[in-house]
């Protein structure tokens, strides 16, 4: 199965670890902290450059999202058929 995050990425969706809000999960300094590393080591791939809403952690890299977590859970269930 597979996961549209906006733009032309399409990721597998075995590989996601977690999709987070932007806004709830950078409020706390460790998230702060573990995004700036994975931007300092090129893990980062920004579907976009619109302003972000999400990002998904996979074991790949971390992708942010123009697309809110809402609309993506909502991808999600649509491809498992929920």
Do not use: C, W
């Not at 709830?24 to 090129?42: F, I, P």
């Not at 920004?46 to 992708?63: M, R, W």
């Not at 809110?68 to 498992?80: C, D, H, P, S």
């Amino acid at each position: 199965m597979f996961l549209h995050l906006g733009g032309d990425v399409v990721i597998n969706s075995k590989k996601i670890i977690g999709i987070f809000d932007m806004d709830t999960s950078t409020v706390n300094k460790a998230t702060r902290d573990y995004l700036s590393k994975a931007e300092k080591d090129k893990k980062i791939i920004y579907v976009n450059y619109e302003l972000p809403k999400s990002f998904a952690v996979t074991q790949d890299g971390i992708y942010v999202s123009p697309l809110n977590t809402a609309t993506l859970l909502k991808r999600t269930r649509q491809e498992q058929g929920l």
